[in-house]
């Protein structure tokens, strides 16, 4: 299994980087790998996105629709897609620590 | 791997039951070995090894219908190259026609006498399904589709609520409280299909599309039953689960009494229904079926809508999707719409039918443990892109976007990635501007 280490810790991943037990997450995780992709401290935009991704997949399994994301933010649309440049699922749902959604991304 | 059982196996050998299937065995049979079409994939280019040679993939299916069905190969194994069809063939097979091939088939058009090397490899493909050797990573997505509806697992309380969503969105960009996305509506001119993707997280693509068919005085809608214009089960090679997905989207046209399916801007979902899917159902399309690509370019050429390519100065180039170029004909459309619509149109080099790869076709986004692989070979793409200087790669496919996005930021690009209907909808002219 791949493994991903960010400032000296080690994570199972896949082969996407996405957290191969999601249930391992928490708040430093989630810091660690904005790190890794080069979105740095985080601000409360980024955290407010994560939570509500995050408390999505717990409820419900899956990541929740971006107009809810938007909704329950107040973040933007185009905002949001600034915030994590590999876009809410290979960037925010992975900082959220769920594993990587189905389809084309 | 587990040890495969003797019905397995038969399985993954009726595949290659050339008695009724002359065009497998012409396939199976003529390759000269020359080589050229080592330097046109790829995978080898990012990474020399012979087993990353096309001829190479087709060879290994073809040794394994040598040892079955030649007198030479049933005779003298060695002599001829015939493998046994067993747990090493079968992981090499899951290894390189799975996990290194994006089915681009630009090896195909380089081929010296016309192999079609992709046919080959989607035997292969379906050998594996047969034998239920599919990667999970991939089958997952087929799942989601069959059990759902859309590839996404996306709730129809959820896609209307986007849908409705977006409509409000749509009445503020044109300024018309009467602007509309129409759903479920019957009789329409227009059936439009979306990739999930668009409504799960990116939707300003259906903004786009949305805002075009409203200044075009389009007659349109889409359905909330039935809407995924994708179609994994044509990279996974289980035909039969590729037909389900197809009678879908044919009932759901039938059931709306659509005059015509317009295809979302995705490859292979475009190259699936439209050239493979009467194939998977065994019958003709009463409807007319055609890409967004084609759509755009008749507004533009009837003067449906007015567009003004000073509002996009920024140079743009152009990412061709394989299953859209070089597999579906379709190559001149993409271009007419950005020469109209943007001031700074370069290409990249090569380009057209002759574009190289963006590195996630053929099911590679799905499969992340081929990951490594997908952005090797995706470098080869960035580079391509960043020798163009353009600020803007234009691409009429969703699973491309997606590969383009995360070569920007893995290789620094600096570039913004926009679909052709994006283009379209921000070089338009609304009537009431001056």
């Known amino acids: 299994m791949p493994t991903l280490e960010i400032e000296g810790k080690v994570f199972e991943v896949d082969g996407d980087g996405f957290l191969s037990e999601p249930e391992i997450w928490n708040e430093e995780v989630a810091q660690l790998i904005a790190n890794h992709d080069g979105i740095g401290e985080m601000n409360e935009k980024h955290w407010a996105i994560v939570k509500i991704i995050r408390n999505n997949y717990e409820e419900k399994g899956m990541a929740p629709m971006i107009r809810n994301i938007c909704k329950e933010t107040g973040v933007r649309l185009r905002e949001i897609y600034e915030l994590f440049p590999l876009g809410p699922a290979r960037g925010a749902c992975r900082v959220a620590g769920l594993p990587k959604p189905d389809g084309c991304v | ?434």
């Open chain 2, 1 to 434: 791997m587990e040890n495969l059982t003797k019905e397995t196996i038969d399985k993954g050998l009726e595949v290659l039951d050339t008695k009724n299937d002359g065009k497998l065995l012409t396939h199976l049979n003529s390759c000269v070995h020359c080589g050229l079409c080592a330097d046109s994939c790829t995978y080898y280019r990012a990474n020399p090894e012979a087993k990353y040679i096309p001829a190479t993939k087709v060879d290994l299916v073809a040794s394994i219908y040598r040892k079955y069905q030649t007198f030479g190969g049933k005779a003298f194994p060695k002599i001829v190259g015939a493998r046994t069809l067993n747990e090493e063939t079968t992981k090499e097979m899951v290894d390189l026609l799975f996990g290194a091939c994006t089915m681009c088939a630009r090896c195909v058009s380089h081929c010296s006498i016309g192999v079609d090397i992709t046919y080959v490899i989607k035997k292969g493909r379906e050998m594996l399904s047969n034998m239920g050797m599919i990667p999970e990573t991939l089958q997952s997505t087929i799942n989601s589709a069959i059990e759902s509806g859309n590839n996404m697992s996306i709730s129809e309380k959820d896609f209307v609520e986007t849908l409705e969503w977006l409509e409000e969105d749509l009445q503020f960009e044109v300024d018309d409280d009467d602007a509309k996305i129409y759903l479920d509506q019957k009789g329409k001119d227009i059936l439009y299909t979306l990739n999930p993707r668009e409504p799960k997280f990116f939707p300003l693509s259906i903004s786009a599309m949305a805002k075009v068919f409203h200044v075009a005085g389009e007659s349109w809608t889409i359905s909330t039953k039935m809407y995924d214009v994708t179609n994994y089960a044509y990279y996974s090679g289980n035909y039969e689960e590729a037909a389900i997905i197809t009678q879908r989207l044919y009932d759901e046209a039938e059931n709306l009494e659509s005059k015509k399916v317009v295809l979302a801007e995705c490859g292979h979902g475009s190259r699936a229904f439209r050239w493979e899917g009467p194939n998977y159902i065994k019958k003709e399309y009463p409807f007319d079926v055609i890409t967004s690509v084609e759509l755009l370019a008749s507004y533009l050429n009837e003067g449906r809508i007015k567009v003004d390519p000073n509002k996009i100065p920024e140079k743009v180039t152009l990412h061709d999707p394989c299953n859209l170029a070089r597999s579906g004909g379709i190559w001149k459309e993409q271009r007419y719409i950005l020469n109209e619509c943007v001031s700074d149109f370069v290409e990249m080099t090569p380009h057209g039918i002759d574009n190289l790869c963006c590195g996630g076709g053929g099911g590679q986004l799905a499969m992340s443990e081929y990951n490594d692989r997908r952005m090797a070979i995706g470098e080869i793409k960035a580079e391509q892109i960043r020798a163009t200087g353009a600020k803007i790669v234009a691409t009429p496919c969703h699973n491309c976007v997606d590969q383009l996005s995360q070569l920007n930021v893995t290789f620094k690009l600096g570039i913004k990635i926009m679909t052709l209907g994006e283009i379209v909808a921000d070089a338009i002219v609304m009537e009431n501007e001056k």
